[in-house]
T-cell receptor, first 115, second 113 residues
Framework: SAVISQKPSRDICQRGTSLTIQCQVD?????MFWYRQQPGQSLTLIAT?????????ESGFVIDKFPISRPNLTFSTLTVSNMSPEDSSIYLC????????????FGEGSRLTVL | GENVEQHPSTLSVQEGDSAVIKCTYS??????FPWYKQELGKRPQLIID?????GEKKDQRIAVTLNKTAKHFSLHITETQPEDSAVYFC????????????FGQGTELSVKP
């Protein structure tokens, strides 16, 4: 399985500020996936980070709110912009093992609390 | 849009009993169906998965069955142990895009010693 490191692991943020979450993988991967897990809820895909092209966002998520960078094949960042209490969630970076259609592995997650 | 429904939301069993969690999906093109276990405060961990060309898969005490015609799949845990207590999520791929998963709502399993 891939080793996926995320930071910060947790943070408390003030309303209106922005926070960038970093995700580092120990091997090169074509796509990295960002998921959100709201308190006590299931996981929802935010966007897919592709190296060399713009991220693709799922319905309900927009680039202005969740800008993503993918500078190389082992690293990605997700920024949560202009945060409100509704953004309090765990944000999870994930990658596939294998050439697509394979098992999805998650990082430890970044737990954000917005006051 | 695509949807995955999971039942029950909570399940309590005695140690040694079996537990069954059921999911239905809406996207006919889904071809990959993983199950994840999430312990409190930890990340989801893949425990078993099944692809659309297989009807059943087993790994020790856990098994998954898939009925493509009815668009439902189930997780079976036999001889449950207290350490099986966790939240379990089913998921279905969006078409054949394995990394793009649609998750069910989760089942909180409690195994009482």
């Amino acid at each position: 399985s891939a080793v996926i490191s995320q930071k910060p692991s947790r943070d408390i943020c003030q309303r209106g500020t922005s926070l960038t979450i970093q995700c580092q993988v120990d091997s090169q991967v074509t796509m990295m996936f960002w998921y959100r897990q709201q308190p006590g809820q299931s996981l929802t895909l935010i966007a897919t980070a592709n190296q060399g092209s713009e991220a693709t966002y799922e319905s309900g998520f927009v680039i202005d709110k969740f800008p993503i960078s993918r500078p190389n094949l082992t690293f990605s960042t997700l920024t949560v912009s202009n945060m409100s209490p509704e953004d309090s969630s765990i944000y999870l970076c994930s990658v596939e093992r294998g050439r697509g259609g394979g098992e999805l592995f998650f990082g430890e997650g970044s737990r954000l609390t917005v006051l | 849009g695509e949807n995955v429904e999971q039942h029950p939301s909570t399940l309590s069993v005695q140690e040694g009993d079996s537990a069954v969690i059921k999911c239905t999906y809406s996207d006919s093109a889904s071809n990959y169906f993983p199950w994840y276990k999430q312990e409190l405060g930890k990340r989801p961990q893949l425990i078993i998965d099944i692809r659309s060309n297989v009807g059943e898969k087993k790994d020790q005490r856990i098994a998954v069955t898939l009925n493509k015609t009815a668009k439902h799949f189930s997780l079976h845990i036999t001889e449950t142990q207290p350490e099986d207590s966790a939240v379990y999520f089913c998921a279905a791929s969006r078409g054949n895009q394995g990394g793009k998963l649609i998750f069910g709502q989760g089942t909180e399993l409690s195994v009482k010693p």
